[in-house]
């Protein structure tokens, strides 16, 4: 937030009374019990009228230091008084004209979320409708060297007048990474939280050690920047140490503790209690990967489905999903988003172990198949058709899609352990190599699966290294790195996102090798 004084020149509000320029020779330390501003402008940018860079700007316009430790916020020490000029507009007409003008030649204010035109300074003018504009640091009231031609030129029609001008930028105005700047040290500056996990109306963090001492300032900070927020809270253990279902314990930092939440991504919505279950904003780009690669009539499984942000997003778009969650809240909500998004035309929950779910997934896939399974979908209309339809005409017919016998991907997403899970695929189709390519026509390739995994965070071969070792290992099928996941014993691997400073999430994906997909079944 922003507002003004016609002639008080003072740094910061009841600071100091020194009546020192604004401009300090080297550097001016104002300083004040509870915190101190340094500011560092020189007398030759002041002086000679030179052009103000955004590093200059910067400078200028950091909020107060507000060395407060652990303490609680004070919102009232976080306000700024920043002396500059302004143009004052004799007629309210001639603003518009001097607006463009002024900032054709960069002599007007830039600065994010602060209009250049505002109300005169003097209270009194101000009431009779006379407005004013900023004007760059640069420009000195009373110093008409420093104006440029169009001000000249505006004063001497007496259209313009160059006054003093009192800014004020307060707490509302600075950014969270503005004010975290200013109440945090020095030296954890270069690590200011920057990201955290959104659910609906709830933030979550997760606090290095460094940042704890602070974390109640950080969590109330980070609610007033985000007025859409009404939670945040700071994990306080690993998800999965503790709890096989991905769940954590958590401490509300700011805020309500309410964690029922709603949200949307991927064009459904999703309720849930999300401290009983699992949810990751950060993960929505590589959910929506994932969906773009299924094709409208392919079936997927999903292994580890959580509450269904790839199940039922594909679902939308016609894909068939056997969606499978072990926690049963997982499952209500998924069960939940189902009817909710109205895919359950395409959209079947379970609650069973994955390691299990897989055969059993592929057995009844084909069982829906062979029983003619199906859905059934409003055909599009074409142009005018509504309007047909609504005048008497009937409606075109429904169009059937069929329920395929095989299952087209795989989808693991529980990266510490779905690579785990990957023995699971020996004796996935035993008996029913007839099924796919090349016996049959069109041609049905054998399963891609997705698995998602931890590894070391490197530019280098090692991770991908270690995760086709991995693979290797639970199939019993040799597996090595590279770019097309048709090649049999090829894995892709997508970096998803870095978890830690050494530690990364893949995604690797391989088509099932045919030896392992017919043999024996355990």
Known sequence: MSSCSFHRWSLVEDVSQSHDHFFPSVVSNVHHPQFSLTMAVTHDQADRGSTWDDQDMSLLLRPP??????????????????????????????????????????????????????????????????????????????????????LKDGVQKEELDVVSYELQLD?????????????????????????????????????????????????EVLLDKNPHLKTVINKIENVGAESQFRTFQYEVLAGVD??????TE????????????????????????????????????????????????????GVFVWA???????????????????????????????????????????????????????????????TAIAAGAPPPPKKTVPIPPTISHFVMN????????????????????????????????LPLVHVHCFSLKAQDETPRIDICERITKELGFPMKPGDNPDVEGEVTIHNVRDVAPAKTMYCATFRIPREVAIAPRS
């Open 65 to 150: 230091i507000v060395r407060s430790g652990a303490g609680a916020l004070n919102r009232a020490l976080l306000s700024k008084r920043f002396p500059i000029a302004a143009a004052a507009v004799s007629d309210p007409k001639l603003i518009n004209k001097y607006n463009k003008a002024l900032n054709s030649t960069k002599e007007t204010l830039i600065l994010k979320r602060v209009s250049p035109i505002a109300p005169h300074p003097d209270q009194t003018l101000a009431k009779q409708g006379r407005k004013c504009l900023l004007l760059n640091p640069r420009i000195k009231a009373g110093v008409p060297d420093t104006w440029g031609a169009v």
């Open 171 to 219: 707490y509302d105005y600075w950014s969270f990474h503005d004010i975290m700047a200013s109440i945090l040290p020095e030296e954890l500056h270069d690590d200011i939280p920057a990201g955290f996990n959104i659910a609906g109306h709830v933030a979550h963090l997760n606090l290095r050690d460094a940042f704890l001492p602070y974390k109640k300032v950080i969590g």
């Open 258 to 263: 309410d964690l029922n939440v709603q949200t």
């Open 266 to 317: 991927g064009g459904c919505i999703f309720k849930f209690d999300y401290a009983k279950v699992y949810w990751n904003s950060k993960l929505e780009t590589e959910h929506r990967r994932i969906i773009n690669l299924f094709q409208p009539g392919e079936v997927v499984c999903d292994v580890m489905a959580g509450i269904g942000p790839f199940a039922v997003p594909a679902g939308k778009n």
């Open 324 to 386: 499978n969650d072990m926690n049963p809240e997982s499952y209500a909500c998924l069960e939940d988003a189902i009817k909710r998004n109205k895919v359950s035309e395409f959209v079947r929950p379970f609650c069973e172990d994955g390691r299990t779910f897989i055969h059993k997934a592929a057995d009844s896939v084909l069982e829906a198949s062979q029983r003619g399974e199906h859905a059934t979908i409003a055909a599009k209309l074409p142009k005018g058709a509504r």
């Open 414 to 445: 529980l990266p510490a352990s779905a690579i785990e899970f990957l023995d699971c695929y020996r004796g996935l189709y035993a008996g029913h190599e007839a099924l796919f390519e090349p016996t049959t026509t069109p041609n049905t390739k």
